[in-house]
């Protein structure tokens, strides 16, 4: 299969700043797309990409934090415990590292790329991605985690050029 690479959404655009809708259709066009985005991941050299960062406002990412590529489609958190807090970035925001406050452990709820629901739990690095990635599914980004965390609620819609 012919395999592409998708051009990342920058934060400055309006996209990453809007809520995606669920995944309804189980079909090679959303393969096609999802294996688009774990090669833009990768060649990226980025451990998470959500659907919005490739403007395709669709409930959906890939992770891969070094121990396989795992897809979550439509995916919720239903449990997380403990707190961590460490540097983030993202592959829509070259060169910002932010401290941002997660839990230490989630458990996603998510369907695979045929639909079946499945249960994810993820610890450290892992439950960071997972977290970071579904917060791009409602349109929030690292950086307001960040500023809301430090007690300055601010939405990062213009940023200068770098
Ligand atoms: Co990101």
Not at 16 to 24: N, Y
């Amino acid at each position: 299969m012919d395999m592409a690479l998708r051009n990342i959404v920058k934060d400055t655009d309006e996209l990453l700043h809007k809520k995606s809708r669920p995944v309804t259709e189980f079909n090679q066009k959303l393969w096609d797309v999802l294996d688009d985005m774990a090669q833009t991941m990768y060649k990226a050299d980025g451990v998470g990409l959500a659907a919005p960062q490739v403007g395709l406002l669709r409930r959906m990412a890939v992770i891969d934090v070094g121990d396989g590529i795992i897809e979550i489609i439509n995916p919720e958190i239903i449990e997380t415990s403990g707190s961590q807090t460490g540097q983030e970035g993202c592959l829509s925001s070259p060169g910002v590292y932010m401290d941002v406050e997660r839990p230490m452990k989630v458990t996603v709820r998510a369907q695979d790329r045929n639909g079946k629901w499945f249960e994810v739990k993820g610890k450290e690095l892992f439950a960071r991605a997972l977290c970071h990635e579904i917060d791009h599914l409602d349109g929030i980004l690292f950086m307001e985690r960040a500023k809301e965390q430090q007690g300055t609620v601010v939405k990062v819609r213009r940023i200068p050029k770098r």
